[in-house]
């Protein structure tokens, strides 16, 4: 049994008809030649499943409400799992295209999962073109990051990266409502003992703050969380206190991030594009702008972002808003099987003409949001976000999505993700897996989302987008690979 952040409460939310609340993980192989005899692909999926079901505890939690929203959610264990009906094959019809099977993708994602079973399913793809076949592994974002998805990935492969253990069976599981009142009543009396606890760990981390900041803390702090225009007095104040220290800058740089092709009413629909990247390029890039493979990959993207907008109606006169999901995983979390991660807003100067200007406002941008969230309390955060009532976080996300567009509360325009993935590829069954996807999430207005995974020595580049908000995604990948090329001819 394992209680929801408040962050999972929200992903939750947001399983409505016009956003879709899970995320996919796809391997992608190459079928041998000669196949062998033996079971079928799916009988092989369900029976590696059934093998692994005692250490992969979120395929066995199924949602659990609290009676009168007194206490958060929890995942409870199941009795029993049918994987008669989690584990699906589909073969596509003969002669399918790439297209088509990118489509069958699509519509497969836009099925939102069902809530009275542990909310995943794994589909069995065949006959794909080229003797290929796809796994993609589906879950709740309630329960699952990109790193959850990789990690059952890795613990139902033939051998496994990641050792854990089998857990304990939840001695109440299925509980009546009697018990889960009981829970609610429990979870609401221990609140006060977990505020105090937050309220003790935040005096010790300002106390940490004042010895380092100095003077310049309080100021610093109140412009970090202020949004936009309202910290630029305090944030001007901060620096002069500061010194040689990094920019304070507010986390959330504008109360509503500029209009933009990017953005617009979700519809349910759903569509991928992948483009792979070797990483040797992308640390090429990196160099050039003077920072990390993740700046290099930041630059390309932003100057595709910037001429997928002079195509799409111009470019206005200040930088697009990113979200920049940052895992706060350290490894010592009791809850493994969990959202780990909070948002770091980034602005993205598709606004700047000259490419080696932008791309020098990139590398200065990104360094100033990770060293003002360094100075932030990013595990009180995690902690404190559990004190979110889902009974309350369910209804404003709901009521969210249903406003129109023009009247959304909009922090940013787009999300871009970067998860390191695996250096080497794993095998299912004898065969190594050729690639790994994610399919990724969007947040309500929000048509967009570049994930970036590498798998061994490239680097996918995965748009997950509405086509009814961004019209021509594969246009936007395409501009991405002529961006990078752009990059890479600066060297010297």
Same mark, same amino acid.
């Given at each position: 049994?394992?209680?929801?952040?408040?962050?999972?409460?929200? %992903?939750?939310?947001?399983?409505?008809?016009?956003?879709? $609340?899970?995320?996919?993980?796809?391997?992608?192989?190459?079928?041998?030649?000669?196949?062998?005899?033996?079971?079928?692909?799916?009988?092989?999926?369900?029976?590696?499943?059934?093998?692994?079901?005692?250490?992969?505890?979120?395929?066995?939690?199924?949602?659990?409400?609290?009676?009168?929203?007194?206490?958060?959610?929890?995942?409870?264990?199941?009795?029993?799992?049918?994987?008669?009906?989690?584990?699906?094959?589909?073969?596509?019809?003969?002669?399918?295209?790439?297209?088509? %099977?990118?489509?069958?993708?699509?519509?497969?994602?836009?099925?939102?999962?069902?809530?009275?079973?542990?909310?995943?399913?794994?589909?069995?793809?065949?006959?794909?073109?080229?003797?290929?076949?796809?796994?993609?592994?589906?879950?709740?974002?309630?329960?699952?990051?990109?790193?959850?998805?990789?990690?059952?990935?890795?613990? !139902?492969?033939?051998?496994?990266?990641?050792?854990?253990?089998?857990?304990?069976?939840?001695?109440?599981?299925?509980?009546?409502?009697?018990?889960?009142?009981?829970?609610?009543?429990?979870?609401?009396?221990?609140?006060?003992?977990? /505020?105090?606890?937050?309220?003790?760990?935040?005096?010790?981390?300002?106390?940490?703050? !004042?010895? /380092?900041?100095?003077?310049?803390?309080?100021?610093?702090?109140?412009?970090?969380?202020?949004?936009?225009?309202?910290?630029?007095?305090?944030?001007?104040?901060?620096?002069?206190?500061?010194?040689?220290?990094?920019?304070?800058?507010?986390?959330?740089?504008?109360?509503?991030?500029?209009?933009?092709?990017?953005?617009?009413?979700?519809?349910?629909?759903?569509?991928?594009?992948?483009?792979?990247?070797?990483?040797?390029?992308?640390?090429?890039?990196?160099?050039?702008?003077? $920072?990390?493979?993740?700046?290099?990959?930041?630059?390309?993207?932003?100057?595709?972002?910037?001429?997928?907008?002079?195509?799409?109606?111009?470019?206005?006169?200040?930088?697009?808003?990113?979200?920049?999901?940052?895992?706060?995983?350290?490894?010592?979390?009791?809850?493994?099987?969990?959202?780990?991660?909070?948002?770091?807003? /980034?602005?993205?100067?598709?606004?700047?003409?000259?490419?080696?200007?932008?791309?020098?406002?990139?590398?200065?941008?990104?360094?100033?949001?990770?060293?003002?969230?360094?100075?932030?309390?990013?595990?009180? !955060?995690?902690?404190?976000?559990?004190?979110?009532?889902?009974?309350?976080?369910?209804?404003?996300?709901?009521?969210?999505?249903?406003?129109?567009?023009?009247?959304?509360?909009?922090?940013?325009?787009?999300?871009?993700?970067?998860?390191?993935?695996?250096?080497?590829?794993?095998?299912?069954?004898?065969?190594?897996?050729?690639?790994?996807?994610?399919?990724?999430?969007?947040?309500?207005?929000?048509?967009?989302?570049?994930?970036?995974?590498?798998?061994?020595?490239?680097?996918?580049?995965?748009?997950?987008?509405?086509?009814?908000?961004?019209?021509?995604?594969? $246009?936007?990948?395409?501009?991405?690979?002529?961006?990078?090329?752009?990059?890479?001819?600066?060297?010297?």
């Amino acid at each position: 049994m394992q209680k929801l952040s408040g962050i999972d409460e929200m %992903f939750l939310a947001l399983d409505t008809d016009r956003t879709i $609340g899970h995320v996919a993980g796809i391997g992608l192989f190459t079928a041998p030649a000669r196949r062998m005899g033996g079971p079928d692909r799916v009988e092989f999926v369900r029976s590696r499943i059934a093998e692994r079901l005692p250490t992969l505890p979120p395929l066995r939690w199924k949602l659990e409400s609290t009676p009168l929203g007194l206490d958060s959610s929890r995942w409870v264990e199941v009795d029993h799992v049918d994987l008669d009906v989690h584990v699906r094959g589909v073969r596509m019809p003969a002669g399918s295209t790439e297209a088509d %099977f990118v489509a069958r993708l699509n519509a497969i994602m836009e099925i939102p999962l069902e809530r009275d079973r542990p909310m995943w399913e794994m589909y069995v793809i065949e006959g794909i073109a080229g003797r290929r076949y796809a796994y993609l592994f589906k879950i709740t974002h309630g329960v699952a990051d990109g790193s959850t998805l990789w990690t059952i990935f890795d613990h !139902l492969s033939d051998a496994p990266v990641q050792p854990v253990q089998a857990s304990a069976p939840d001695p109440e599981a299925d509980a009546g409502p009697l018990t889960r009142l009981r829970r609610g009543l429990t979870g609401a009396a221990t609140r006060p003992v977990t /505020v105090a606890r937050l309220g003790a760990g935040l005096a010790t981390w300002a106390a940490r703050e !004042l010895s /380092v900041e100095k003077l310049a803390a309080l100021p610093a702090t109140v412009a970090r969380i202020s949004p936009g225009r309202l910290s630029r007095p305090l944030a001007a104040l901060a620096n002069r206190l500061n010194g040689d220290a990094p920019d304070v800058a507010p986390l959330f740089p504008t109360v509503k991030a500029p209009d933009s092709p990017f953005n617009g009413e979700l519809t349910g629909r759903l569509s991928i594009v992948n483009l792979e990247v070797p990483i040797a390029q992308l640390r090429r890039a990196g160099r050039v702008c003077g $920072g990390t493979i993740n700046d290099g990959l930041l630059a390309a993207i932003t100057g595709a972002l910037r001429d997928y907008m002079i195509e799409h109606g111009g470019v206005g006169g200040e930088p697009l808003v990113s979200s920049v999901p940052i895992s706060w995983r350290t490894g010592q979390e009791k809850e493994r099987w969990a959202n780990q991660i909070w948002m770091l807003f /980034v602005p993205l100067p598709v606004h700047i003409a000259d490419p080696v200007a932008r791309q020098a406002e990139v590398l200065r941008q990104t360094g100033i949001a990770k060293a003002n969230w360094a100075r932030m309390p990013a595990h009180l !955060l995690r902690e404190g976000s559990g004190l979110l009532p889902g009974e309350l976080m369910h209804p404003a996300m709901q009521a969210m999505v249903r406003i129109p567009d023009r009247l959304t509360p909009r922090l940013f325009n787009l999300s871009v993700s970067n998860v390191k993935g695996p250096a080497a590829k794993p095998a299912y069954g004898g065969v190594v897996m050729d690639n790994y996807l994610v399919y990724g999430f969007l947040a309500p207005g929000v048509g967009l989302l570049a994930g970036c995974m590498s798998y061994g020595d490239i680097c996918n580049i995965t748009l997950t987008g509405c086509p009814d908000v961004v019209t021509d995604l594969a $246009g936007l990948s395409a501009l991405i690979r002529t961006n990078l090329d752009a990059i890479l001819s600066q060297e010297r």
